[in-house]
């Protein structure tokens, strides 16, 4: 099978004209979000997963990024080097502490140095 078989298996389409997928890809390319996608489905009274599922078979879409469940984890060897740069000096048993004191101490640094 040749690459202009496959992708005129992915482009040709019985829901879809040739000139409907050409405008799709022109405008999805142009502005590839979520809105767009919304947009084109309403413009060819397509549903929103029809429109993803054949601009995901022409190879254009591209998926949004899942948001994370949590924020990114600080460690307390984070929190030490925040503390020793905010004030130029290495501690060596810092890492020993809490991380409840730890995040206090970068709290009460923060504050010496916005007042």
Do not use: C
């Not at 590839?32 to 601009?55: H, Q």
């Not at 998926?63 to 060897?77: D, G, N």
């Not at 503390?83 to 010496?112: C, H, N, R, W, Y």
């Amino acid at each position: 099978m040749t690459t202009a078989t496959k992708t005129m298996t992915a482009t040709k389409s019985n829901n879809y004209p040739q000139s409907t997928i050409d405008a799709m890809v022109q405008q999805y390319t142009a502005d590839p979000v979520r809105a767009t996608v919304d947009s084109l489905s309403a413009e060819f009274n397509k549903t929103p997963r029809s429109v993803i599922a054949k601009l995901s078979a022409l190879g254009v879409y591209v998926a949004a990024p899942k948001p994370t469940k949590r924020p990114a984890k600080v460690t307390k060897a984070d929190l030490v080097a925040q503390i020793e740069s905010d004030l130029g000096i290495e501690f060596v048993s810092l890492g020993k502490a809490g991380f409840g004191d730890l995040t206090a101490l970068v709290l009460a640094i923060g504050s010496l140095k916005t007042s």
